[in-house]
């Protein structure tokens, strides 16, 4: 079964080539779809914003980089075996592309885990500088 996250290999129409791509489809509707939407991943990186970076590390056979400017939907029944399967975080960074690739906005839920990640310090100026708005609109309140 195929899941997103995955990287498979793919045959592109000529004068293309079979390249691996990564399966961009939300898990819970590709049971119910015949087409995935897929990025290409291409072993030319040019370190901009709306690519992800793969090493070896990543269960790569090279450095490479998923391309968000060149998205398809193609029939999952021409998707092909297993290379690898991103980690979270590196799904994270494939968010985060993406959203730089099509100018989308982040979700609600992307920037709440964004001030999760906030350093206790940093919670503290935020606490402390809403408390001091809070105690200067009092004070200008009882002056009146």
Same mark, same amino acid.
């Given at each position: ?29 590709? $049971? ?8 290409? =991943?291409? %072993? !030319?990186? #040019? ?6 970076? *793969? ?19 193609? $029939? ?8 690898? =399967?991103? %980690? !979270?975080? #590196? ?6 592309? *993406? ?46």
């Amino acid at each position: 079964m195929i899941r997103r996250g995955e990287i498979r290999w793919y045959e592109f129409r000529p004068p293309d080539k079979r390249r691996p791509v990564l399966v961009l489809t939300r898990n819970s509707v590709i $049971p119910y779809l015949n087409d995935v939407t897929i990025a290409p =991943i291409t %072993s !030319t990186v #040019r370190g901009v914003a709306s690519e992800v970076k *793969l090493t070896t590390a990543d269960g790569m056979p090279q450095d490479c980089a998923v391309n968000f400017y060149h998205l398809q939907t193609v $029939p999952k029944k021409k998707i092909g075996r297993l290379l690898t =399967i991103l %980690s !979270t975080a #590196r799904m994270r960074e494939v968010g985060q592309a *993406l959203c730089y690739a099509m100018e989308v906005e982040p979700t609600y839920t992307e920037l709440r885990q964004k001030l999760t990640f906030c350093t206790g310090v940093k919670m503290l100026i935020c606490a402390a500088a809403e408390y001091n708005c809070i105690v200067r609109n009092r004070v200008r309140k009882r002056r009146r």
